[in-house]
């Protein structure tokens, strides 16, 4: 199983990126799909998930209405939006994928992450 993250990089504060997350080696319509991010000296936090049978989404109260996470089942790609960035964005962001969206929100024992895509946001 492979999750492959990209799009990362830095951009000033007000900007805008977009992330992508390839997925190979299992059946992506069957696996609800997150991102995580940590940044430095901080533990790990849930961002955005999206389920994967309705695409009904949830987000952190620190992104919500600047993020927006979709999923292709047809690429097998699920995608983050990331608009107003702020420098507290600035963070490696995981791609990761579990049967349950609940294992997502809450981190605990996540079936797959990929390996992490930098964010830096400049003041």
């Known amino acids: 199983v492979q999750l492959q993250a990209f799009g990362g990089g830095l951009v000033q504060a007000g900007g805008y990126l977009r992330l992508s997350c390839e997925v190979s080696?299992?059946?992506?319509?069957?696996?609800?799909m997150g991102w995580v991010r940590q940044a430095p000296g901080e533990e790990r936090e849930f961002v955005a998930g999206?389920?994967?049978?309705?695409?009904?989404?949830w987000y952190s109260d620190s992104v919500k209405g600047r993020f927006t996470i979709a999923r292709d089942n047809v690429k097998n790609t699920v995608y983050l939006q990331m608009n107003s960035l702020t420098p507290e964005d600035t963070a490696v962001y995981y791609c990761?994928?579990?049967?349950?969206?609940?294992?997502?929100?809450?981190?605990?024992?996540?079936?797959?992450w990929g390996e992490g895509t930098q964010v830096t946001v400049s003041s």
């Open positions: 080696g299992l059946t992506f319509m069957r696996y609800c």
């Open positions: 990761v994928a579990d049967t349950s969206m609940n294992n997502i929100m809450t981190l605990t024992d996540i079936d797959y």
């Open positions: 999206v389920q994967w049978f309705v695409s009904t989404t």
